[in-house]
């Protein structure tokens, strides 16, 4: 599986973003996905997952109520939709593949990342 992340950008406080993973590969559907995202000078942190069927999305305490994961297995991709977003959501942004059906919030359980795409929010 190869994953293309994409939708990263510049954002001012308050706004959205909508970020997109691109899978290849056909076990795309069938696994759980996830993203992640690391801060300037932090360790990689969990944001949200999400099933093999579409369900089951958890999420981060900080982002609860703000972003919404979802996927379309007819398209391959996972998506991050990202509102009200706060300057402390500047990041880089992966997606990853678990390696089973469900999502979760350790990074060990995923095996194939993405590049990553960048969000800066501003004030």
């Known amino acids: 599986v190869q994953l293309q992340a994409s939708g990263g950008g510049l954002v001012r406080a308050g706004g959205s973003l909508r970020l997109s993973c691109a899978a290849s590969?056909?076990?795309?559907?069938?696994?759980?996905m996830g993203w992640f995202r690391q801060a300037p000078g932090k360790e990689r942190v969990f944001v949200a997952s999400i099933s093999w069927k579409g369900g089951e999305p958890r999420y981060a305490d900080p982002v609860k109520g703000r972003f919404t994961i979802s996927r379309d297995n007819t398209k391959n991709t996972v998506y991050l939709q990202m509102n009200s977003l706060e300057l402390e959501d500047t990041a880089v942004y992966y997606c990853?593949?678990?390696?089973?059906?469900?999502?979760?919030?350790?990074?060990?359980?995923?095996?194939?990342w993405g590049q990553g795409t960048q969000v800066t929010v501003s004030s």
């Open positions: 590969g056909r076990m795309f559907s069938n696994n759980g």
């Open positions: 990853a593949a678990a390696r089973r059906p469900y999502g979760s919030q350790d990074s060990n359980d995923y095996n194939y």
